[in-house]
């Protein structure tokens, strides 16, 4: 059984750097085909996808936040992280992991493209 579990800080502060680890079980991030993605939804708003990093180490970002947005893992953990820097409070969203077999191509998130997802957690960025 597939298992993916967000943790994080809850509440973040204006201009400071946002940092999530998704653990995984079940599955190795290093397995082939095996893409891992950031995904979030803000309050009254669609699922926005931020980014992914792939079963080699590969990084690809949303352009809206590729500028403030870092992908990376710890394979000895089975874990990746997402850092998204300079956050607003229109960073506040509840943030998911996902696994999809398939290298994203939108960011536009159908989410039948992912066959596992976190539980997800909210991050609140306010002062």
């Known amino acids: 059984q597939v298992q993916l579990q967000e943790s994080g800080p809850g509440l973040v502060k204006p201009s400071q750097t946002l940092s999530l680890t998704c653990s995984v079980s079940?599955?190795?991030?290093?397995?082939?085909?095996?893409?891992w993605s950031w995904i979030r939804q803000p309050p009254g708003k669609e699922l926005e996808w931020i980014g992914y990093?792939?079963?080699?180490?590969?990084?690809y970002s949303n352009p809206s936040l590729k500028s403030r947005t870092s992908i990376f893992r710890d394979t000895s953990k089975n874990q990746f992280t997402l850092q998204l820097s300079s956050v607003t409070p229109e960073d506040t969203a509840v943030y998911y992991c996902?696994?999809?077999?398939?290298?994203?191509?939108?960011?536009?998130?159908?989410?039948?493209?992912?066959?596992?997802w976190g539980q997800g957690t909210q991050v609140t960025v306010s002062s």
């Open positions: 079940g599955d190795s991030i290093t397995f082939i085909t095996r893409y």
């Open positions: 996902a696994r999809s077999k398939k290298r994203p191509t939108s960011t536009v998130v159908a989410a039948s493209d992912y066959d596992y």
């Open positions: 990093i792939n079963y080699s180490g590969s990084t």
